[in-house]
């Protein structure tokens, strides 16, 4: 759901990843963790799906967002898991892949950009956007916009 924007592409993702680590079981030569290896395949998956679709979602309005104060702690301490999750699904698929490859997934910009076929000048700036965007979307929550008992909307 980390690479996805809506249920049925998650889906789609696990599918045709276990697909993949299925077909290519022979392929492990036990070096390594199996998870790691499954890990792996998963990921680049997620981001050969996300090259398919390619539904280049409008960023316009997020270029305009920089320079902002971070969400105070009280803020990030009284959202779950599933609340940041569901902030990072809205993310635009360019700055949502490469935010969970980065944070995630703990891969340097020149493994991302190797990933995604961009350059690693492009990974810094999508991944500086990713955080400019949900930042803002916490100082909405912090401003009184969000209700926590809502888990809807986020």
Not at 44 to 69: N, P, V, Y
Not at 134 to 142: A, F, G, M
Request: glycine content about 8%; proline content about 1%.
């Amino acid at each position: 759901m980390r690479y996805a924007s809506c249920e049925e592409d998650a889906q789609d993702m696990l599918q045709n990843g276990f697909i993949k680590v299925f077909s290519r079981l022979h392929q492990f030569r036990g070096k390594g963790s199996f998870e790691g290896w499954m890990r792996k395949i998963m990921v680049h998956t997620a981001i050969e799906f996300l090259r398919k679709d390619q539904r280049s979602e409008s960023s316009a309005d997020l270029w305009a967002l920089s320079g902002t104060e971070g969400a105070s702690s009280e803020t990030l301490e009284g959202l779950d898991y599933k609340d940041l999750l569901a902030m990072i699904q809205k993310l635009p698929d360019g700055y949502r892949s490469v935010f969970n490859l980065y944070v995630i997934e703990g891969y340097s910009h020149k493994e991302i950009a190797a990933l995604l076929a961009i350059s690693e000048g492009t990974s810094k700036s999508q991944l500086l956007r990713a955080r400019q965007w949900l930042q803002q979307k916490l100082i909405r929550l912090e401003g009184g916009n969000y209700d926590a008992r809502q888990k809807t909307g986020v």
